[in-house]
């Protein structure tokens, strides 16, 4: 079994998988000369090729650019169709030009409130301001309103979503021109979004109907927030009466420790019931952009991390063994790559992390034996954390085993 091209491909081990060895198991391999077992009868349509031997089917198509399925028969739909993307993530397919920067050949841009690589995280907790979880002394205002003679107090404190009673809600001071609220969430947490609500006093609606946000990190310096690509802040719709809830969502979410809401237009005062929308950064896993390459070809996983079942030598000749630390992408050389000496399932190369490490994707690459392309068309991985016990990465929904195809010469 070889791998020997001059071509490259990529393919996503998706999630992303905390592991400290990896193994390719090579399930098949096919020399594009040589020893390759074609069909007796090409089964495969569109120009595919037609390999026997090759997984548990009793054949296989390595099918042309832009065609895919068992047989070839289907056009390529791209990445983006059926769509990977979850929660109503948009699919955008990338270019392969870049190879290298991006696995899987898509992004899945996320709508607020979810995050991951295919928006399969969400962050839609409410933080406590209507159940109580965020406590007095964490909200603050600008100003207060004393109403009728000084004697109700309309404090930050009351500004919890559907809080009930005469005096149920935060209103800033008729004389304050910047009136603002503002929670401390005592750590940076990452925000998507804001329920507000307004209330009734002496039987008149009291609310705002637009405001801006604003954030910190450290209650000094306040970003207000704006919209991907916008120069300009943005401003949210607020409510219309005393009593319905209007939610807002922060696209992109906010991450800080202190969210200030500023009332831009209100109605008889600027009176506030709220809730916010949110979850703990350390939710988000490092897989979102996770996409910086280990070390195998600059070497920071030096060549005693590398091991394999086996070692090719071409004619039996010592010096033209390939060896598994030139498993390397892009080398040179006459023997520029890892081949095992047996063309079976039974040879692997192994990579020793050293220590746990998100893995997101593989590059791979053949290579030439002396003039001659080959490369591996399919492989699994496996991993461990021991070295002993190993798992190898499945299909997310049928959880088979992910076959990882490699079909481009
Ligand atoms: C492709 O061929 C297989 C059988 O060879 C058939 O089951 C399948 O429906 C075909 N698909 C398309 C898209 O024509
Ligand atoms: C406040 O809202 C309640 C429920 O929607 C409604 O019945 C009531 O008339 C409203 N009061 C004012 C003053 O708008
Ligand atoms: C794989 O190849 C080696 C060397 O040719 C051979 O000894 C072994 O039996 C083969 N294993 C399988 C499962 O074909």
Same mark, same amino acid.
């Given at each position: 079994?070889?791998?020997?091209?001059?071509?490259?491909?990529? +393919?996503? +081990?998706?999630?992303?998988?905390?592991?400290?060895?990896?193994?390719?198991?090579?399930?098949?391999?096919?020399?594009?000369?040589?020893?390759?077992?074609?069909?007796?009868?090409?089964?495969?349509?569109?120009?595919?090729?037609?390999?026997?031997?090759?997984?548990?089917?009793?054949?296989?198509?390595?099918?042309?650019?832009?065609?895919a399925g068992d047989t070839c028969n289907a056009t390529e739909n791209g990445p983006c169709s059926p769509s990977p993307c979850k929660n109503d993530?948009?699919? /955008?397919?990338? $270019?392969?030009?870049?190879?290298?920067?991006v696995f899987n050949g898509y992004v899945c841009r996320c709508s607020p409130g979810f995050e991951g690589v295919h928006c399969q995280i969400s *962050?839609?907790?409410?933080?406590?301001? /209507?159940?109580?979880?965020?406590?007095?002394?964490?909200?603050?205002?600008?100003?207060?309103?004393?109403?009728?003679?000084?004697?109700?107090?309309?404090?930050?404190?009351?500004?919890?979503?559907?809080?009930?009673?005469?005096?149920?809600?935060? $209103?800033?001071?008729?004389?304050?021109?910047?009136?603002?609220?503002?929670?401390?969430?005592?750590?940076?947490?990452?925000?998507?979004? &804001? &329920?507000?609500?307004?209330? $009734?006093?002496?039987?008149?609606?009291?609310?705002?109907?637009?405001?801006?946000?604003?954030?910190?990190?450290?209650?000094?310096?306040?970003?207000?927030?704006?919209?991907?690509?916008?120069?300009?802040?943005?401003?949210?719709?607020?409510?219309?009466?005393?009593?319905?809830?209007?939610?807002? %969502?922060?696209?992109?979410?906010?991450?800080?420790?202190?969210?200030?809401? &500023?009332?831009?237009?209100?109605?008889?005062? *600027?009176?506030?019931?709220?809730?916010?929308?949110?979850?703990?950064?350390?939710?988000?896993?490092?897989?979102?952009?996770?996409?910086?390459?280990?070390?195998?070809?600059?070497?920071?996983?030096?060549?005693?991390?590398?091991?394999?079942?086996?070692?090719?030598?071409?004619?039996?000749i010592d010096a033209f063994t390939w060896l598994p630390h030139y498993a390397r992408l892009d080398k040179q050389g006459k023997t520029n790559a890892?081949?095992?000496? +047996?063309?079976?399932?039974?040879?692997?190369?192994? %990579?020793?992390?050293?220590?746990?490490?998100? &893995?997101?994707?593989?590059?791979?690459?053949?290579?030439?034996?002396?003039?001659?392309?080959?490369?591996?068309?399919?492989?699994?991985?496996?991993?461990?954390?021991?070295?002993?016990?190993?798992?190898?990465?499945?299909?997310?929904? $049928?959880?088979?085993?992910?076959?990882?195809?490699?079909?481009?010469?």
């Open positions: 079994m070889k791998i020997r091209t001059s071509s490259s491909s990529s +393919s996503s +081990s998706s999630p992303a998988l905390n592991i400290s060895y990896l193994l390719l198991i090579y399930c098949c391999c096919w020399t594009y000369w040589g020893n390759g077992e074609y069909c007796e009868v090409n089964l495969c349509h569109n120009g595919g090729t037609c390999v026997t031997g090759v997984g548990d089917e009793p054949f296989f198509c390595i099918c042309a650019e832009g065609f993530g948009e699919c /955008e397919v990338i $270019s392969n030009s870049r190879r290298g920067d *962050c839609i907790s409410l933080l406590g301001m /209507e159940g109580g979880g965020i406590v007095e002394s964490q909200i603050s205002a600008s100003s207060v309103d004393f109403g009728i003679l000084g004697l109700q107090r309309w404090g930050p404190e009351l500004a919890r979503l559907n809080n009930q009673g005469m005096v149920n809600a935060w $209103s800033s001071a008729s004389h304050d021109k910047n009136p603002w609220i503002e929670v401390d969430l005592q750590k940076k947490m990452r925000l998507t979004g &804001i &329920i507000t609500q307004g209330a $009734s006093r002496m039987g008149m609606a009291e609310f705002i109907k637009a405001f801006k946000v604003a954030s910190s990190f450290d209650g000094k310096v306040y970003a207000v927030h704006r919209a991907e690509g916008q120069r300009k802040d943005k401003v949210f719709v607020g409510n219309t009466d005393n009593d319905s809830t209007k939610t807002n %969502l922060f696209d992109p979410p906010i991450v800080a420790q202190y969210i200030r809401i &500023i009332p831009v237009v209100c109605r008889k005062a *600027c009176t506030l019931r709220m809730e916010l929308i949110g979850c703990e950064l350390n939710v988000f896993s490092n897989a979102i952009g996770c996409v910086d390459p280990l070390g195998m070809k600059s070497r920071l996983i030096s060549d005693s991390q590398l091991s394999a079942t086996s070692a090719f030598r071409t004619w039996g890892w081949s095992a000496a +047996s063309n079976n399932r039974t040879e692997w190369l192994q %990579l020793d992390l050293e220590k746990p490490k998100r &893995i997101t994707g593989i590059i791979t690459q053949g290579a030439k034996d002396f003039g001659v392309v080959q490369f591996v068309s399919a492989f699994k991985i496996a991993y461990s954390d021991d070295g002993q016990t190993w798992t190898v990465v499945k299909e997310q929904i $049928s959880r088979t085993d992910k076959v990882n195809k490699y079909l481009q010469p």
